[in-house]
Protein backbone atom coordinates (compact mmCIF):
# COMPACT_ATOMS: atom_id res chain seq x y z
CA UNK A 1 0.00 0.00 0.00
CA UNK A 2 1.83 3.49 -0.80
CA UNK A 3 0.22 5.63 1.89
CA UNK A 4 0.63 5.08 5.65
CA UNK A 5 -1.76 7.05 8.17
CA UNK A 6 -0.57 7.06 11.96
CA UNK A 7 -2.88 7.61 14.32
CA UNK A 8 -2.60 7.65 18.25
CA UNK A 9 -5.41 4.91 19.61
CA UNK A 10 -5.46 6.20 23.28
CA UNK A 11 -5.37 9.41 24.37
CA UNK A 12 -2.61 10.79 23.43
CA UNK A 13 0.87 10.74 23.88
CA UNK A 14 1.37 7.45 22.34
CA UNK A 15 4.95 8.38 20.93
CA UNK A 16 3.39 9.36 17.29
CA UNK A 17 6.20 11.86 16.79
CA UNK A 18 9.21 8.67 17.07
CA UNK A 19 7.05 6.39 14.67
CA UNK A 20 6.56 8.97 12.14
CA UNK A 21 10.13 10.08 12.16
CA UNK A 22 10.81 6.62 11.86
CA UNK A 23 8.61 5.87 9.00
CA UNK A 24 9.52 9.27 7.17
CA UNK A 25 12.22 7.45 5.83
CA UNK A 26 10.19 5.23 3.61
CA UNK A 27 7.83 8.32 3.18
CA UNK A 28 8.33 10.89 0.11
CA UNK A 29 5.59 13.31 2.03
CA UNK A 30 4.60 13.93 5.42
CA UNK A 31 0.76 15.37 6.35
CA UNK A 32 -0.88 16.60 9.45
CA UNK A 33 -4.46 17.11 8.65
CA UNK A 34 -6.01 17.82 12.46
CA UNK A 35 -5.44 19.08 15.38
CA UNK A 36 -2.43 22.38 15.93
CA UNK A 37 -0.06 23.36 18.11
CA UNK A 38 -1.64 21.28 21.24
CA UNK A 39 0.29 18.30 20.02
CA UNK A 40 3.34 17.44 21.27
CA UNK A 41 5.92 15.64 19.12
CA UNK A 42 9.06 14.71 20.67
CA UNK A 43 11.84 12.97 18.42
CA UNK A 44 15.03 11.89 19.71
CA UNK A 45 18.06 11.85 17.02
CA UNK A 46 21.46 10.81 18.01
CA UNK A 47 21.74 13.37 20.48
CA UNK A 48 19.42 15.94 19.19
CA UNK A 49 15.69 16.53 20.50
CA UNK A 50 13.47 18.09 18.47
CA UNK A 51 10.18 19.25 19.97
CA UNK A 52 7.71 19.90 17.49
CA UNK A 53 4.22 20.84 18.33
CA UNK A 54 2.92 22.26 14.72
CA UNK A 55 5.40 21.20 11.73
CA UNK A 56 4.94 17.52 10.72
CA UNK A 57 7.75 15.45 11.99
CA UNK A 58 9.00 14.89 8.17
CA UNK A 59 10.41 18.07 8.23
CA UNK A 60 13.57 17.09 10.42
CA UNK A 61 14.25 14.51 7.85
CA UNK A 62 13.93 17.37 5.04
CA UNK A 63 10.72 15.68 3.36
CA UNK A 64 8.10 17.33 1.50
CA UNK A 65 5.90 18.03 4.97
CA UNK A 66 2.27 19.75 4.78
CA UNK A 67 -0.31 21.21 7.10
CA UNK A 68 -3.34 20.35 5.57
CA UNK A 69 -6.91 22.06 5.65
CA UNK A 70 -7.77 20.18 8.57
CA UNK A 71 -5.60 21.85 11.10
CA UNK A 72 -6.01 24.97 12.84
CA UNK A 73 -2.95 27.07 12.34
CA UNK A 74 -2.11 29.66 14.88
CA UNK A 75 0.42 31.86 12.52
CA UNK A 76 2.99 33.13 15.09
CA UNK A 77 3.93 29.97 16.63
CA UNK A 78 4.13 28.57 13.07
CA UNK A 79 7.12 31.00 12.59
CA UNK A 80 8.24 30.76 16.10
CA UNK A 81 8.51 26.81 15.52
CA UNK A 82 10.22 27.70 12.22
CA UNK A 83 12.98 29.38 13.44
CA UNK A 84 13.74 27.14 16.55
CA UNK A 85 14.06 24.39 14.10
CA UNK A 86 16.39 26.83 11.59
CA UNK A 87 18.41 27.07 15.10
CA UNK A 88 18.77 23.38 15.69
CA UNK A 89 20.11 23.41 12.19
CA UNK A 90 16.95 21.78 10.01
CA UNK A 91 16.49 23.67 7.62
CA UNK A 92 13.64 24.68 6.38
CA UNK A 93 11.66 26.59 3.29
CA UNK A 94 8.76 26.69 0.95
CA UNK A 95 10.09 24.20 -1.05
CA UNK A 96 9.33 21.64 0.81
CA UNK A 97 6.81 23.39 4.23
CA UNK A 98 3.34 23.27 2.42
CA UNK A 99 0.49 25.31 4.23
CA UNK A 100 -2.76 24.47 2.76
CA UNK A 101 -4.41 28.13 2.14
CA UNK A 102 -8.09 27.15 2.84
CA UNK A 103 -6.22 26.49 6.80
CA UNK A 104 -8.09 28.54 9.66
CA UNK A 105 -6.13 30.51 11.92
CA UNK A 106 -6.09 30.84 15.79
CA UNK A 107 -5.58 34.15 16.62
CA UNK A 108 -4.98 35.47 20.03
CA UNK A 109 -8.70 35.96 21.13
CA UNK A 110 -8.66 32.11 20.87
CA UNK A 111 -6.17 31.64 23.63
CA UNK A 112 -7.71 34.25 25.59
CA UNK A 113 -11.19 32.68 24.95
CA UNK A 114 -9.89 28.93 26.00
CA UNK A 115 -7.70 29.94 28.69
CA UNK A 116 -10.64 32.12 30.52
CA UNK A 117 -13.28 29.34 30.20
CA UNK A 118 -10.92 27.19 31.36
CA UNK A 119 -10.13 29.69 34.42
CA UNK A 120 -13.50 30.18 35.02
CA UNK A 121 -15.36 26.87 34.57
CA UNK A 122 -15.85 24.57 37.51
CA UNK A 123 -15.99 21.81 35.04
CA UNK A 124 -12.92 21.79 33.52
CA UNK A 125 -11.90 20.18 30.63
CA UNK A 126 -8.13 20.80 31.11
CA UNK A 127 -7.39 22.07 27.63
CA UNK A 128 -3.42 22.86 26.38
CA UNK A 129 -5.09 26.98 26.62
CA UNK A 130 -4.00 26.89 23.24
CA UNK A 131 -6.88 28.33 21.80
CA UNK A 132 -8.06 24.85 19.75
CA UNK A 133 -11.67 25.05 20.54
CA UNK A 134 -12.54 28.36 19.93
CA UNK A 135 -10.48 28.17 16.81
CA UNK A 136 -12.43 25.38 15.78
CA UNK A 137 -15.71 26.59 16.90
CA UNK A 138 -15.29 29.98 14.44
CA UNK A 139 -14.19 27.17 11.65
CA UNK A 140 -17.63 25.57 12.35
CA UNK A 141 -19.65 29.31 12.66
CA UNK A 142 -18.11 30.08 8.96
CA UNK A 143 -16.97 33.28 10.57
CA UNK A 144 -12.97 32.45 10.72
CA UNK A 145 -9.99 33.86 8.98
CA UNK A 146 -8.13 31.31 6.82
CA UNK A 147 -4.54 31.50 4.97
CA UNK A 148 -5.51 32.79 1.87
CA UNK A 149 -7.38 36.11 3.69
CA UNK A 150 -4.28 37.07 4.90
CA UNK A 151 -3.21 38.40 1.58
CA UNK A 152 -6.36 40.45 0.85
CA UNK A 153 -6.23 43.21 2.96
CA UNK A 154 -10.21 44.17 2.34
CA UNK A 155 -11.51 40.34 2.45
CA UNK A 156 -9.42 40.70 6.17
CA UNK A 157 -11.31 43.83 7.35
CA UNK A 158 -14.51 42.68 6.28
CA UNK A 159 -13.54 39.20 8.33
CA UNK A 160 -12.28 40.48 11.65
CA UNK A 161 -15.13 43.36 11.70
CA UNK A 162 -17.50 40.20 11.94
CA UNK A 163 -15.57 37.82 14.08
CA UNK A 164 -14.55 40.45 16.69
CA UNK A 165 -18.92 41.48 16.85
CA UNK A 166 -19.15 37.64 17.82
CA UNK A 167 -16.10 37.64 20.39
CA UNK A 168 -17.14 40.66 22.08
CA UNK A 169 -20.20 39.93 24.38
CA UNK A 170 -18.06 36.36 25.27
CA UNK A 171 -15.18 38.42 25.90
CA UNK A 172 -17.52 40.97 28.15
CA UNK A 173 -19.26 37.79 29.79
CA UNK A 174 -16.06 36.92 31.07
CA UNK A 175 -14.48 39.67 31.77
CA UNK A 176 -11.69 40.19 29.07
CA UNK A 177 -11.01 43.82 27.55
CA UNK A 178 -12.21 44.21 24.33
CA UNK A 179 -10.51 43.47 21.31
CA UNK A 180 -9.38 46.10 18.61
CA UNK A 181 -9.92 45.53 15.15
CA UNK A 182 -7.44 47.94 13.56
CA UNK A 183 -4.76 46.07 16.10
CA UNK A 184 -5.64 42.68 15.41
CA UNK A 185 -5.48 43.76 11.25
CA UNK A 186 -2.31 45.03 11.87
CA UNK A 187 -0.64 42.19 13.46
CA UNK A 188 -1.75 40.16 10.92
CA UNK A 189 -0.65 42.09 8.01
CA UNK A 190 2.62 42.23 9.53
CA UNK A 191 2.89 38.63 9.66
CA UNK A 192 0.98 37.60 6.56
CA UNK A 193 4.89 38.35 4.67
CA UNK A 194 6.26 35.13 7.05
CA UNK A 195 3.37 33.21 6.48
CA UNK A 196 2.51 33.81 2.66
CA UNK A 197 5.29 31.96 0.76
CA UNK A 198 4.48 28.45 2.06
CA UNK A 199 0.14 29.17 1.39
CA UNK A 200 -0.54 26.54 -1.31
CA UNK A 201 -3.83 24.21 -2.53
CA UNK A 202 -2.11 21.65 -0.56
CA UNK A 203 -4.87 19.28 -2.04
CA UNK A 204 -3.75 20.41 -5.48
CA UNK A 205 0.10 19.32 -4.49
CA UNK A 206 -0.84 16.59 -2.60
CA UNK A 207 -2.68 15.24 -5.38
CA UNK A 208 -0.30 15.40 -7.85
CA UNK A 209 2.13 13.87 -5.59
CA UNK A 210 0.16 10.43 -5.29
CA UNK A 211 -0.14 10.58 -8.84
CA UNK A 212 3.23 10.58 -9.24
CA UNK A 213 3.83 7.72 -7.23
CA UNK A 214 4.77 9.32 -4.61
CA UNK A 215 4.21 7.56 -0.65
CA UNK A 216 2.80 9.41 1.87
CA UNK A 217 2.51 9.75 5.38
CA UNK A 218 -0.07 11.10 7.26
CA UNK A 219 0.85 12.29 10.96
CA UNK A 220 -1.96 11.91 13.13
CA UNK A 221 -2.06 14.27 16.54
CA UNK A 222 -3.70 13.67 19.65
CA UNK A 223 -5.66 10.18 19.68
CA UNK A 224 -8.85 8.53 19.09
CA UNK A 225 -9.90 9.02 22.40
CA UNK A 226 -9.87 12.22 22.39
CA UNK A 227 -12.25 12.84 18.83
CA UNK A 228 -14.78 15.34 19.05
CA UNK A 229 -17.33 12.68 17.77
CA UNK A 230 -16.06 9.22 19.20
CA UNK A 231 -13.81 10.44 22.21
CA UNK A 232 -14.76 10.73 26.24
CA UNK A 233 -16.86 13.98 25.05
CA UNK A 234 -17.03 16.64 26.32
CA UNK A 235 -13.36 15.81 27.44
CA UNK A 236 -11.84 15.45 24.13
CA UNK A 237 -10.20 18.00 21.49
CA UNK A 238 -12.10 20.08 19.29
CA UNK A 239 -11.25 18.52 15.95
CA UNK A 240 -11.67 14.38 14.71
CA UNK A 241 -8.46 12.40 15.21
CA UNK A 242 -9.55 9.27 14.01
CA UNK A 243 -7.89 8.30 10.68
CA UNK A 244 -10.56 8.82 7.99
CA UNK A 245 -10.52 12.32 8.66
CA UNK A 246 -6.91 12.03 7.00
CA UNK A 247 -8.56 12.32 3.77
CA UNK A 248 -10.79 15.38 4.49
CA UNK A 249 -8.22 17.09 6.52
CA UNK A 250 -6.08 16.86 3.86
CA UNK A 251 -8.46 17.25 0.60
CA UNK A 252 -7.36 13.66 -0.15
CA UNK A 253 -9.99 11.27 -1.72
CA UNK A 254 -11.20 8.37 1.05
CA UNK A 255 -8.82 6.14 -0.38
CA UNK A 256 -6.24 8.33 0.59
CA UNK A 257 -5.17 7.23 3.93
CA UNK A 258 -4.06 3.68 2.87
CA UNK A 259 -2.30 1.67 6.03
CA UNK A 260 -3.83 2.79 9.08
CA UNK A 261 -1.27 2.40 12.05
CA UNK A 262 -2.43 2.86 15.19
CA UNK A 263 0.17 4.12 17.86
CA UNK A 264 -0.26 2.43 20.81
CA UNK A 265 1.49 3.25 24.28
CA UNK A 266 2.01 -0.51 26.62
CA UNK A 267 -0.09 0.96 29.16
CA UNK A 268 -2.12 3.84 29.43
CA UNK A 269 -2.14 7.83 30.26
CA UNK A 270 -4.41 10.90 29.92
CA UNK A 271 -3.77 14.60 30.43
CA UNK A 272 -6.75 16.93 31.50
CA UNK A 273 -9.34 15.49 32.57
CA UNK A 274 -12.36 12.55 31.94
CA UNK A 275 -13.01 9.06 32.52
CA UNK A 276 -9.86 7.04 32.79
CA UNK A 277 -11.15 3.65 34.05
CA UNK A 278 -7.96 1.60 34.54
CA UNK A 279 -6.15 4.76 36.15
CA UNK A 280 -3.48 4.14 38.90
CA UNK A 281 -3.54 5.70 42.19
CA UNK A 282 -0.96 3.76 43.75
CA UNK A 283 2.57 3.14 43.60
CA UNK A 284 2.41 1.45 40.49
CA UNK A 285 1.06 4.30 38.83
CA UNK A 286 3.62 6.79 40.44
CA UNK A 287 6.14 4.07 38.78
CA UNK A 288 4.93 4.27 35.28
CA UNK A 289 4.87 8.54 35.63
CA UNK A 290 8.45 8.45 36.75
CA UNK A 291 10.11 5.88 34.24
CA UNK A 292 7.87 6.65 30.89
CA UNK A 293 8.56 10.49 31.90
CA UNK A 294 4.59 10.83 31.38
CA UNK A 295 4.94 14.68 31.34
CA UNK A 296 2.85 16.38 28.88
CA UNK A 297 5.18 18.28 25.52
CA UNK A 298 3.30 20.96 26.02
CA UNK A 299 1.92 22.27 29.10
CA UNK A 300 4.84 20.75 31.39
CA UNK A 301 1.72 18.67 33.19
CA UNK A 302 2.11 15.10 34.53
CA UNK A 303 -0.20 12.67 32.67
CA UNK A 304 -2.51 10.60 34.40
CA UNK A 305 -1.03 6.57 34.53
CA UNK A 306 -2.95 3.51 34.34
CA UNK A 307 -2.58 -0.30 33.20
CA UNK A 308 -3.71 -1.02 29.74
CA UNK A 309 -7.05 -0.86 28.51
CA UNK A 310 -7.78 -3.37 25.65
CA UNK A 311 -11.42 -2.69 25.77
CA UNK A 312 -10.59 0.79 24.58
CA UNK A 313 -7.66 0.13 21.85
CA UNK A 314 -10.21 -2.53 20.67
CA UNK A 315 -12.41 0.17 20.06
CA UNK A 316 -9.88 2.43 18.50
CA UNK A 317 -8.94 0.17 16.15
CA UNK A 318 -12.41 -0.27 14.36
CA UNK A 319 -13.08 3.30 14.71
CA UNK A 320 -10.27 3.88 12.78
CA UNK A 321 -9.96 0.72 10.48
CA UNK A 322 -6.72 -0.05 12.24
CA UNK A 323 -4.47 -2.44 10.07
CA UNK A 324 -1.91 -2.77 12.79
CA UNK A 325 -0.08 -0.92 15.89
CA UNK A 326 3.46 -0.29 16.97
CA UNK A 327 3.58 -0.62 20.49
CA UNK A 328 5.22 1.89 22.27
CA UNK A 329 7.07 2.01 25.73
CA UNK A 330 7.23 -1.78 26.78
CA UNK A 331 10.25 -0.76 28.47
CA UNK A 332 8.56 1.24 31.25
CA UNK A 333 7.13 -1.96 32.45
CA UNK A 334 10.57 -3.72 32.90
CA UNK A 335 10.95 -5.25 36.34
CA UNK A 336 7.25 -4.82 37.64
CA UNK A 337 6.26 -8.39 39.17
CA UNK A 338 3.07 -8.56 37.61
CA UNK A 339 0.76 -6.67 34.90
CA UNK A 340 -2.23 -6.39 34.46
CA UNK A 341 -4.28 -5.71 31.16
CA UNK A 342 -8.19 -4.96 31.11
CA UNK A 343 -10.05 -6.82 28.85
CA UNK A 344 -14.15 -5.62 29.58
CA UNK A 345 -15.40 -3.80 32.42
CA UNK A 346 -18.57 -4.69 34.66
CA UNK A 347 -21.67 -2.07 34.70
CA UNK A 348 -24.84 -2.96 36.59
CA UNK A 349 -23.44 -6.27 37.20
CA UNK A 350 -23.25 -6.90 33.30
CA UNK A 351 -20.25 -7.26 31.23
CA UNK A 352 -19.79 -4.63 28.41
CA UNK A 353 -16.99 -4.84 25.88
CA UNK A 354 -16.30 -1.03 24.71
CA UNK A 355 -17.01 2.14 26.12
CA UNK A 356 -20.25 3.18 26.78
CA UNK A 357 -21.40 7.17 25.51
CA UNK A 358 -22.50 8.16 28.61
CA UNK A 359 -20.47 10.09 31.34
CA UNK A 360 -22.35 8.40 34.13
CA UNK A 361 -21.97 5.58 32.43
CA UNK A 362 -18.28 5.85 32.05
CA UNK A 363 -17.73 6.38 35.21
CA UNK A 364 -19.46 3.38 36.86
CA UNK A 365 -17.29 1.12 34.78
CA UNK A 366 -15.43 -1.33 37.16
CA UNK A 367 -12.13 -3.04 34.75
CA UNK A 368 -12.51 -6.53 34.25
CA UNK A 369 -8.46 -7.29 34.76
CA UNK A 370 -6.46 -10.24 33.07
CA UNK A 371 -3.25 -10.39 35.37
CA UNK A 372 0.15 -11.57 33.89
CA UNK A 373 3.62 -12.38 34.85
CA UNK A 374 6.15 -9.60 34.34
CA UNK A 375 9.70 -9.88 33.67
CA UNK A 376 12.72 -8.91 35.42
CA UNK A 377 14.93 -8.98 32.34
CA UNK A 378 14.73 -5.68 30.39
CA UNK A 379 13.34 -4.92 26.83
CA UNK A 380 14.99 -1.59 26.74
CA UNK A 381 16.69 -1.26 23.39
CA UNK A 382 15.64 -4.36 21.58
CA UNK A 383 16.39 -4.40 18.33
CA UNK A 384 14.64 -7.52 17.45
CA UNK A 385 12.31 -9.93 18.48
CA UNK A 386 14.47 -12.34 19.82
CA UNK A 387 16.01 -9.83 22.37
CA UNK A 388 12.74 -9.55 23.96
CA UNK A 389 12.04 -11.66 27.52
CA UNK A 390 9.64 -14.48 26.92
CA UNK A 391 6.92 -13.05 29.73
CA UNK A 392 6.94 -9.68 27.32
CA UNK A 393 6.11 -11.16 24.06
CA UNK A 394 3.59 -12.99 25.89
CA UNK A 395 2.26 -9.62 27.32
CA UNK A 396 2.50 -8.64 23.46
CA UNK A 397 0.87 -11.52 22.26
CA UNK A 398 -1.83 -11.03 24.73
CA UNK A 399 -2.72 -7.70 23.61
CA UNK A 400 -2.76 -8.53 19.70
CA UNK A 401 -5.60 -11.26 20.66
CA UNK A 402 -7.83 -8.73 22.72
CA UNK A 403 -7.53 -5.81 20.10
CA UNK A 404 -7.78 -7.89 17.34
CA UNK A 405 -5.06 -6.55 15.63
CA UNK A 406 -1.07 -7.41 14.41
CA UNK A 407 1.88 -5.70 15.61
CA UNK A 408 3.51 -4.00 12.95
CA UNK A 409 6.38 -2.79 14.94
CA UNK A 410 7.51 -2.10 18.01
CA UNK A 411 9.11 0.64 19.81
CA UNK A 412 11.81 -0.20 22.51
CA UNK A 413 13.13 3.45 23.46
CA UNK A 414 13.00 6.77 22.30
CA UNK A 415 15.71 6.09 19.91
CA UNK A 416 15.22 6.26 16.36
CA UNK A 417 16.71 2.88 15.91
CA UNK A 418 15.83 0.76 18.82
CA UNK A 419 12.52 -0.08 16.80
CA UNK A 420 11.79 -3.98 16.15
CA UNK A 421 9.78 -4.08 12.55
CA UNK A 422 7.59 -6.74 12.20
CA UNK A 423 5.88 -6.11 9.18
CA UNK A 424 6.67 -3.10 6.66
CA UNK A 425 3.46 -0.94 6.55
CA UNK A 426 4.49 1.00 3.55
CA UNK A 427 4.60 -3.03 2.25
CA UNK A 428 1.48 -4.38 3.92
P1 LIG B 1 -7.41 21.08 23.56
O1 LIG B 1 -7.06 20.21 22.41
O2 LIG B 1 -6.30 22.02 23.95
O3 LIG B 1 -8.73 21.77 23.41
O4 LIG B 1 -7.59 20.12 24.86
C1 LIG B 1 -8.68 19.22 24.97
C2 LIG B 1 -8.24 17.91 25.60
O5 LIG B 1 -7.34 17.23 24.73
C3 LIG B 1 -7.48 18.07 26.92
O6 LIG B 1 -7.79 16.96 27.75
C4 LIG B 1 -6.03 17.99 26.50
O7 LIG B 1 -5.20 17.57 27.55
C5 LIG B 1 -6.12 16.96 25.40
N1 LIG B 1 -5.03 17.06 24.42
C6 LIG B 1 -4.89 17.98 23.46
N2 LIG B 1 -3.77 17.75 22.74
C7 LIG B 1 -3.21 16.66 23.25
C8 LIG B 1 -2.05 15.89 22.90
O8 LIG B 1 -1.31 16.18 21.96
N3 LIG B 1 -1.80 14.80 23.70
C9 LIG B 1 -2.62 14.43 24.70
N4 LIG B 1 -3.72 15.11 25.05
C10 LIG B 1 -4.01 16.21 24.33
Known amino acids: MANVTVIGAQWGDEGKGKLVDWLSNRADVVVRFQGGHNAGHTLVVGNQVYKLSLLPSGVVQGKLSIIGNGVVVDPWHLIGEIETLRGQGVPIDPGMLVLADNACLILPIH ?123 PYVTSSNTVAGQAAAGSGLGPKGPGYVLGIVKAYTTRVGEGPFPTELFDEVGKHLGVVGREVGTVTGRSRRCGWFDAALVRQSVALNGIAGIALTKLDVLDGLPSLKICTGYRLDGQDIGYLPAGLKAQAALTPVYEEMEGWSGTTQGARTWKDLPASAVKYVRRIEELIGAPVALLSTSPERDDTILMRDPFQD
Open 111 to 233: RDLDQAREAAATNKIGTTGRGIGPAYEDKVGRRAIRVADLADREALEAKIDRLLAHHAPLRRGLGLPEADPATLLAELLAMAPQILPYAQPAWLLLGEQVKAGKRVLFEGAQGALLDVDHGTY
